[in-house]
């Protein structure tokens, strides 16, 4: 079994106490770091390769266009 503190207990074991959720937070941050530092992940043009850093036009505009989707769905 999985120790405490570990990505594997969140991940596998769904732990959820004060160390898990740490150690997850924390593998996340270094995650996103590892992606935009090579310029994002996966196809341009699509918010997803927005979120993970990359800022060309096209997934700019793709960002852009899910973020005013999202606001109109909330205001109704």
Known sequence: MA???????????KCRCE???AAN????????????AVGGRGE???PY????GCRCGD????????????KRKRRA
């Open 44 to 46: 341009h043009g699509t």
């Open 25 to 36: 937070a924390a593998y996340q941050r270094e995650l996103m770091q590892r992606y935009r």
């Open 49 to 52: 390769r927005y979120d993970t």
């Open 19 to 21: 160390e898990c959720r």
């Open 3 to 13: 120790e405490h503190g570990t990505v594997g207990m969140y991940g596998n074991h």
């Open 59 to 70: 997934c700019r505009a793709a960002h852009n266009e899910k973020s005013r989707e999202w």
